[in-house]
């Protein structure tokens, strides 16, 4: 079973910091880019970050650049989202992103389970 498993979410302040972590686990022969997104209540799912196989941070979203920045681990099958100066806006379930070589196919899309982040004071 292929499943990308998330951790970090929480409860903090304005202008508080939260990691986000992402860790992909079963049968997968590799992960190609793997990305961040959100969605807050009432709005489409938004990208947020996305970072290449070699680490390279191909997209991040305007209202976030400066704030937020994206990383592999050195596993590969690990992403983090660091979140700083977070701001009420930012409320949102966040969701990792991965396309993969599975046994289901060359670029598999897989979401994990979503990790609620609320920015309150």
């Known amino acids: 079973q292929v499943q990308l498993v998330e951790s970090g979410g929480g409860l903090v302040q304005p202008g508080g910091s939260l990691k986000l972590s992402c860790e992909a686990s079963g049968s997968i022969f590799s992960i190609n880019d793997m990305g961040w997104y959100r969605q807050a209540p009432g709005k489409q799912r938004e990208l947020v970050a996305r970072i290449s196989s070699s680490g390279i941070t191909d997209y991040v979203e305007d209202s976030v650049k400066g704030r937020f920045t994206i990383s592999r681990g050195n596993a590969k099958n690990m992403v983090y989202l660091q979140m700083n100066s977070l701001k009420p806006e930012d409320t949102a379930v966040y969701y990792c992103?991965?396309?993969?070589?599975?046994?289901?196919?060359?670029?598999?899309?897989?979401w994990g389970q979503g990790t609620q982040v609320t920015v309150s004071s």
């Open positions: 992103n991965a396309h993969a070589h599975t046994i289901a196919g060359p670029r598999t899309v897989l």
